[in-house]
């Protein structure tokens, strides 16, 4: 079923979410690399992807959201704190790479995307973007990780309470509730 219904998360909530989630993995190791020694072979390689699957994180992220908002009345239920959980995942996986792509446009130094250019270069900067992201895109990544590993351990841990705490099949392989 391509939709969600209220005992589980249909196909396309199902493939943004894991698809994300394989892009988010990503998106980690490079900050890792990156944040350990930026002047290494391995982040020489990899950092050039960091910005380009970054930016896709962000376009599946609106995409997601759309998703979320056309979804919202047939969704499995959850409590409240689960809601604010999953709630400050979507801030924090629009707003991180936002920022960044702001910055981007600020600095004047354009951006591409596979060759698509987004922003061309231009001689001014607008200071507020680059000062902004340069405070705080590092800080709500960092965050959004630690989320993310909450959020991994708490599903988790309602699995070990037993099956009718599962919530797994909501989201992967057959619901059989
Ligand atoms: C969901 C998407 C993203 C996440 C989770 C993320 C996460 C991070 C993290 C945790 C760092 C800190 C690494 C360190 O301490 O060395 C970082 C740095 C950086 N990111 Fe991202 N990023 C994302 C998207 C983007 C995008 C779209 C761009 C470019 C348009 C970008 C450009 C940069 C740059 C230039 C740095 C180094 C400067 C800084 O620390 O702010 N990132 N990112
Ligand atoms: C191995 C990694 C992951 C596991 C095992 C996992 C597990 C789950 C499970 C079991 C659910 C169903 C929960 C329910 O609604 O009752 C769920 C939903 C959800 N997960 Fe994850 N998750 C993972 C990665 C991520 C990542 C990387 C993000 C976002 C940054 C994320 C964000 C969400 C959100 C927002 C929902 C609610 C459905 C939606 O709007 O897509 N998850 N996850």
Sequence with gaps: MLVDTKTRYGTVTRFLHWLMTVGFMWMLFTATVHFIDRDSALNEAVWRFHPLVGFTMLMLGVIRIIWLLSQRARRPDN????????????????????????????????????????????????????DLANQWHSVFGWLLFLFIIGHVLMAFYHRSKGPEHNVFPRIIGRSSR
């Design 79 to 130: 409590n409240f704190n689960v809601r604010l959980g999953h709630f400050s995942l979507y801030v924090l996986m629009v707003l991180t790479p936002t920022l960044a792509f702001m910055r981007a446009y600020g600095s004047g130094r354009g951006f591409s995307y596979f060759g698509l250019q987004i922003f061309a270069p231009r001689d001014d900067k607008v200071e507020f973007w680059v």
